[in-house]
Each structure stands twice: as structure tokens, then as C-alpha cells.
């Protein structure tokens, strides 16, 4: 009878014992939840501001130049030439991204982003794809034949989400 007992006390003792205090754990999972969710300024991640040189073209879907396009590179903003060519010769940008924008009524708006070189030129090309291919009119069926020989038929019985018609 004592050596059941002494087993059941060592048995009871060894649980105690080996037992871990799980609150730590706890703290650093929790931790770990706040770090992922906190929100990242990428920025910081950019690199400080630099001067940079950049060179460009901006065409259609063609490959046509396109004049008067907006470019912004930076805090510089400028103007495609007749043939479709843009130079910012002292942008500031961060020195491991830059983000290129270019803008023209009638196109969907273009973008580049590169990690710009502060003793080359940086070059690019961007191609603007024009932002209207038909426009079709509510309740009449329409046949739309895309440059690429691509043909959409639309019904044209239109309604909103709550069911009311679409003029």
C-alpha cells in the first residue's frame, strides 16, 4: 500500500512541476498581432530624397507619340512634346522609388515606378490606351467590334441594382 502511494505523490509532484507558465506565450503572440497589424509607412522604406534626371516617351496603343500628355515625377510636372518625349531634369524623388504618372483626356491614366539612378538618365515608355472603345445607349441592343476583331453584343435592357431601368 506505500508504494502505490509513493507512486501517486511522485506521479502528482512530477504534474506540478513540469507544468509551464503559459502567460508569456500568451504576451508574445499578442505582440506579435499588434507588430502585424500595425499599419507600414512605406515611405521609410523609400529612402531619403534625391535628384534625379528622367527621360520618356508616351504612345498609343499604336505606338503612335502622344503630345500633350501630363507627366508627374515627383513634385515635377510636365508636358510630352510633339513627338511624345518628356525630360524632367531635376526630380525629386526617393532614392529607391519613383512613381511616373501620365495623364491625357480620352486615356486611361499610365504609370511607371523604378528605383531611379541619380547619375544616369532614367528612361521609359508609356503607353496610354485610349478609354472609350463604344458608347452604347440603354434599351437598344448593341453590336461593338473592337480593333482587334473582338465583337460584344449587349442586350441593352439595363436596370439599376434595386431593379428601377438605366437611361
Not at 90 to 100: G, L, T
Not at 145 to 156: C, H, K, Q, R
Request: with cysteine.
Amino acid at each position: 500500500m506505500k508504494k502505490p502511494l509513493e507512486l501517486l505523490c511522485c506521479l502528482l509532484l512530477l504534474c506540478m512541476f513540469s507544468c509551464k507558465n503559459d502567460d508569456n506565450v500568451i504576451l508574445q503572440q499578442v505582440a506579435e498581432e499588434e507588430q502585424r497589424l500595425t499599419p507600414i509607412n512605406f515611405e521609410e522604406n523609400f529612402g531619403s530624397s534625391v535628384t534625379a534626371c528622367f527621360l520618356g516617351r508616351v504612345v498609343d496603343e499604336n505606338n503612335n507619340p502622344l503630345q500633350g500628355v501630363t507627366i508627374r515625377i515627383g513634385t515635377t510636372v510636365t508636358t510630352t512634346d510633339l513627338f511624345g518625349t518628356f525630360t524632367a531634369s531635376s526630380s525629386e524623388v526617393f532614392e529607391k522609388f519613383a512613381y511616373i504618372t501620365a495623364e491625357k483626356m480620352g486615356y486611361i491614366k499610365g504609370s511607371r515606378a523604378l528605383a531611379p539612378s541619380t547619375t544616369d538618365v532614367n528612361r521609359m515608355e508609356i503607353m496610354l490606351l485610349e478609354e472609350v472603345a463604344a458608347t452604347i445607349t440603354s434599351g437598344e441592343a448593341t453590336m461593338v467590334n473592337l480593333s482587334n476583331g473582338t465583337e460584344v453584343s449587349f442586350a441593352g435592357n439595363y436596370t439599376r441594382e434595386d431593379g428601377t431601368p438605366h437611361n
